[in-house]
């Protein structure tokens, strides 16, 4: 498949342990945010979303962290599985708006 | 995959040549966005449409052209394909019920100009 980075953060866990990504995120504007999953040869797949009025949302196996005041987020991942292994975006966007920014996303990689 | 398809899903082109890539959705989406995801650089917006005839410059719009004559199509188009413009294209549609925003992508094309 194709790369879709060759220089970007990597974190390697150890497989069913957890797994915590980061993220920072530029304008201070921003209300709504999202984590994304990119498998090799495939497009980005949407994991989880959190607004702005929250600071936690949990999912299946995933939980977002919002930190509004250091404009952070985290995405955590329980019990980490080999089919997690793959590069994870964050983006950014404003309600109203029509445009989503992107980060440069961290490669995870799980070892089994 | 929210019923998106791109065709080519791969292509080799000379440089200088004209070159169209098709995103075709089928569930009647009002936005649909195209991107560029090179090494190091991540998602990066070439343009986007938000309905039939109303699209926008993203933030590498240069040396590309959309069009959206019909709401399941949006087409982009590099009038002559320099090197630089060798990379992965990514259409995505938006999901806008519910208050919430996100993407949903196509499979990609892999575009090389050689």
């Known amino acids: ?112 | 995959d929210a019923g998106i398809t791109q065709s080519p899903r791969h292509k080799v082109t000379e440089t200088g040549t004209p070159v169209t890539l098709r995103c075709h959705q089928t569930e009647n989406h009002r936005y649909m966005y195209w991107y560029r995801q090179d090494p190091g650089h991540g998602l990066r917006l070439i343009h986007y449409s938000y309905g039939v005839k109303d699209t926008d410059k993203g933030e590498v719009s240069d040396g590309y052209s959309v069009s959206r004559s019909k709401t399941e199509d949006f087409l982009l188009t590099l009038e002559s394909a320099t090197s630089s413009q060798t990379s992965v294209y990514f259409c995505a549609i938006r999901s806008g019920t519910g208050g919430t925003y996100e993407q949903y992508f196509g499979p990609g094309t892999r575009l090389t100009v050689t």
């Open chain 1, 1 to 112: 498949g194709e790369s879709v980075g060759l220089h970007l953060p990597t974190l390697s866990v150890q497989e069913g342990d957890n797994s915590i990504i980061n993220c920072a995120y530029s304008n201070s504007a921003s209300d709504y945010f999202i984590w994304y999953k990119q498998e090799s040869g495939k497009g980005p797949q949407f994991i989880i979303d959190i607004r702005s009025n929250m600071d936690k949302r949990q999912g299946q196996r995933v939980t977002v962290l919002l930190n509004k005041t250091v404009k952070h987020l985290s995405l955590q991942i329980a019990a980490t599985q080999p089919g997690d292994s793959a590069v994870y975006f964050c983006a950014e966007s404003q309600t109203g708006g029509f445009k989503t920014i992107f980060g440069a996303g961290t490669r995870l990689f799980v070892k089994a």
